[in-house]
């Protein structure tokens, strides 16, 4: 009945959803951003308002949405420590209540939804790097745990309802996803050492700096999640997208103070709690099911970053620096 793909994302405002409205946009969807702007910002999607096949909704998927669609990416949840520990309780709502909610309305469309799971799912993980195979190593009571365990129970109603309704699930878990539109102060460690840098304000490292991450360009991680989308019915995951190459927190400092040419000089506070060790990939399943792997450097990635927060900086949208978490 309809001539172009009808999809919803929820989250559309946000750092990631904004960057696969506009890849569905450029693929000729017409795409539906439904954000309750907690964490997204207007200012992610303002160049797509106006667009024909681009429409805005405000509303919180913590309560039911009925609209036709024929896709829908799930991302609605904030993503960083600093707002989701804000209020913890509606972290977990988000992650339960909400999939609950983008179930229901897929099941009546029958659509094909996505759900923007994370590497926190593995926890402290004492496998490295991470398969999807491995359970994970997850404090349930912990400051972290309505991200990370909202998180793998709105895994467990995504297969539940598969194996219940035959609905066409994707299941996504993310690793330290980075790029132009992240927010300054969500204390994701990129965003805060490329601010804190560029106005050379002290880099702030828990520890020694030896805890390590994988970083993903956001363009690798839209480029994954549209080849996801795409796969058979019986293509369901979960399959991880991020990228295998591995850095110390301190090796992420000094490249940071190195592209931006800095005078900030690097301040060692106490680990938080929780804080996993070590964080990467196994993107086998990836390579193999979808033909995708990371194509950005981190140097190459940082420099496209780093120019966004010079003009952030420059327009005055930056006013404090949040410690990187």
């Not at 001539?3 to 696969?20: C, D, N, P, Q």
């Not at 099941?107 to 593995?122: D, G, L, N, W």
């Not at 295998?244 to 090796?251: C, K, V, Y």
């Not at 506070?269 to 450097?297: F, H, M, N, Y």
């Amino acid at each position: 009945m309809h001539l172009e793909r009808r999809v919803l994302i929820t989250g559309g405002a946000g750092f990631l959803g904004s960057h696969l409205a506009e890849r569905l946009l450029a693929e000729g969807c017409q795409v539906l951003c439904v954000d309750n702007f907690y964490t997204g910002t207007r200012r992610n999607i303002e160049h797509l308002i106006g667009e024909k096949h681009f429409e805005l909704m405000r509303h919180d998927i913590c309560q039911p949405l009925f609209v036709e669609v024929d896709e829908i990416y799930n991302l609605a949840c904030p993503a960083s420590p600093i707002h989701y520990q804000r209020d913890p309780v509606q972290t977990t709502k988000t992650s339960v209540l909400g999939s609950i909610n983008m179930l229901g309305l897929a099941k009546r469309t029958r659509a094909k939804i996505f759900q923007a799971s994370t590497s926190e799912v593995y926890g402290d993980p004492s496998i490295h790097p991470q398969p999807e195979e491995y359970w994970g190593n997850v404090n349930p009571i912990g400051p972290r745990s309505c991200y990370d365990e909202g998180k793998r129970c709105a895994e467990t109603l995504f297969f539940d309802y598969r194996r219940q309704h035959a609905l066409e699930i994707k299941v996504a878990r993310f690793f330290n996803t980075y790029g132009p539109r992240t927010h300054p102060n969500d204390g994701r460690v990129v965003s805060s050492f490329i601010v804190q840098a560029l106005t050379n304000r002290p880099i702030t490292i828990f520890g020694e700096g030896q805890q390590t991450r994988s970083f993903c360009y956001v363009d690798d991680l839209v480029e994954g999640m549209v080849r996801f989308m795409d796969t058979p019915p019986d293509v369901c995951g979960p399959i991880n997208l991020g990228n295998p190459g591995e850095f110390t927190i301190a090796e992420l400092a000094a490249q940071v103070v190195e592209l931006t040419n800095s005078r900030s000089q690097i301040v060692n506070r106490p680990l938080p709690q929780d804080d996993p060790k070590q964080r990467c990939p196994d993107i086998s399943q990836a390579k193999a099911v979808l033909g995708w792997e990371p194509r950005v450097a981190l140097t190459e990635g940082l420099k496209k970053t780093i120019a966004y927060f010079e003009e952030m900086i420059s327009a005055g949208l930056v006013q404090r620096v949040t410690e990187p978490v």
